[in-house]
């Protein structure tokens, strides 16, 4: 079976204080999009959606003109959920194919995080998610009062987030029909009853969210050169 993929760039990125959304913001003259489409190709992925904002189909076809392999895009929707569930249906691939949905904002992640995400879902997993430790003491806002959350037991997740296209279809039109508020995909399928397996993700797929995480992304390119 092949595998395909959704690249979410529906949002307008306004944290990172540029005029356009931020999956058109460059780094080293290279948008965020286009770096999140080529990462994923670079990695075998077969074909690609990209979900975009209303209004710039013209901007977007210009970031990924030339782009290898088939990357078609389609207007997102209001939430991410939304726009996976409109990505997911454009895609052309057959239902047994895996589907990875990716945040164009995590635009430098490695091949080995792409492959490894779906060398598990062939492997026969139901949802897989890349996750890394968390470096940070985590303290829970309770009403008033706070406590500590022991900092071993969690994992940040990131993306691309992968299971079979059929299953994460029916498990998004679930969560669309029940009205769930979701933030990632692997909750999708949870709500769905399916298991999620997790995969080491990597720094690198840092979501690019604030101007500071521009600095380290193009640090990351510079240490890439060398
Ligand atoms: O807002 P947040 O950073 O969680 O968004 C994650 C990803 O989802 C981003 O890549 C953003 O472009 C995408 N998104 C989308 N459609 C929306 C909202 C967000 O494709 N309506």
């Given amino acids: 079976a ?25 780094l080293d003259g290279v948008t965020l999009v ?8 670079d990695a075998g992925i077969d ?23 088939r990357v078609a895009s389609v207007v997102g929707g209001a939430t991410r959920q939304d726009s996976v569930r409109l990505g997911l249906a454009a895609l052309t691939a057959p239902a047994d194919a ?24 062939r492997d026969g997993a139901d949802c897989v998610i890349p996750v890394i430790p968390v470096v940070d003491s985590v303290r829970r806002v309770t009403g008033p009062g706070n406590e500590v959350v022991d900092r071993a037991d969690l994992r940040a997740v990131q993306t691309p987030q992968a299971a079979r296209l059929r299953v994460l279809r029916d498990a ?48 990351i390119l510079e240490q890439r050169r060398q």
């Fill in 34 to 41: 286009r770096r999140a489409v080529d990462a994923l190709t």
């Fill in 98 to 121: 895996i589907v990875l949905v990716h945040d164009a904002a995590r635009s430098l992640v490695p091949a080995d995080t792409v492959r490894g995400v779906v060398a598990a879902v």
């Fill in 172 to 219: 998004h039109d679930l969560v669309a029909r029940d009205g769930v508020d979701v933030t990632d995909d692997a909750t999708v399928c949870e709500y769905a009853g399916l298991s999620v397996t997790l995969v080491p993700g990597h720094r690198d797929a840092l979501k690019i969210t604030e101007p500071i995480d521009l600095v380290l992304a193009r640090a």
């Fill in 47 to 69: 074909e690609i959606v990209v979900t975009i904002p209303e209004g710039l189909a013209g901007e977007f076809a210009v970031a990924l003109a030339g782009a290898d392999g």
């Fill in 2 to 26: 092949p595998a395909v993929a959704v690249v979410v760039a529906a949002g307008s990125g306004s944290r990172l204080g540029a005029a356009v959304p931020k999956a058109l913001v460059e």
